[in-house]
T-cell receptor, first 112, second 110 residues
Framework: RKEVEQDPGPFNVPEGATVAFNCTYSNSASQSFFWYRQDCRKEPKLLMSVYSSGNEDGRFTAQLNRASQYISLLIRDSKLSDSATYLCVVNKGGDSSYKLIFGSGTRLLVRP | DTEVTQTPKHLVMGMTNKKSLKCEQHMGHRAMYWYKQKAKKPPELMFVYSYEKLSINESVPSRFSPECPNSSLLNLHLHALQPEDSALYLC?????????FGSGTQLSVL
């Protein structure tokens, strides 16, 4: 089983749609969770951290479910500029807390 | 704009060449990373330096040699690479667990 698994893509949605991505992680000792966005041929950029209480940043909402070991990202009112690959990132936890593991990414295409 | 600077942006090298990738950050972050990313794949961790000491080596072949001269600089020395080493090499620093990436070096090994 992969340490971090994401929904397979691509997700192809119209502008204005709401889309949700899920990510599961295998290490119960993991303490830090993030969503990154990566545009084609660019570096990954931090979109948002994910907290136990859930957090929102504009059109983006992230949730963490420790019991089921999954995190989610909800994007409301999708824009063309949201088209990118979304990477779930989880730290290994314990003595390896510096080790950040990437999921394989979910590609989002927002069409006019 | 990223505050992690990588040079060069592009590099083409032969299998007998020796080259170095450079990374610099002035955010005061004490952990620095090298990741390798192939097309349509996620970044794969190579090395982690914590307080200028190598703390993680993900069983990377010895033809890749990292170096951390000081808390702001991270180098990756390359020697006798193979064509399959062609990839985007990303440097990152971290603070409170969050990674901040440089724009990467696109490496082609001929």
């Amino acid at each position: 089983r992969k340490e971090v698994e994401q929904d397979p893509g691509p997700f192809n949605v119209p502008e204005g749609a709401t889309v949700a991505f899920n990510c599961t992680y295998s290490n119960s000792a993991s303490q830090s969770f993030f969503w990154y966005r990566q545009d084609c041929r660019k570096e990954p950029k931090l979109l948002m951290s994910v907290y136990s209480s859930g957090n929102e940043d504009g059109r983006f909402t992230a949730q963490l479910n420790r019991a089921s070991q999954y995190i989610s990202l909800l994007i409301r009112d999708s824009k063309l500029s949201d088209s990118a690959t979304y990477l779930c990132v989880v730290n290994k936890g314990g003595d390896s807390s510096y080790k950040l593991i990437f999921g394989s990414g979910t590609r989002l295409l927002v069409r006019p | 704009d990223t505050e992690v600077t990588q040079t060069p942006k592009h590099l083409v090298m032969g299998m007998t060449n020796k080259k170095s990738l450079k990374c610099e950050q002035h955010m005061g972050h004490r952990a620095m990373y090298w990741y390798k990313q192939k097309a349509k794949k996620p970044p794969e961790l190579m090395f982690v330096y914590s307080y200028e000491k190598l703390s993680i080596n993900e069983s990377v072949p010895s033809r890749f040699s990292p170096e951390c001269p000081n808390s702001s600089l991270l180098n990756l020395h390359l020697h006798a690479l193979q064509p399959e080493d062609s990839a985007l090499y990303l440097c990152a620093s971290s603070h409170t667990g969050k990674l901040f990436f440089g724009s990467g070096t696109q490496l082609s090994v001929l």
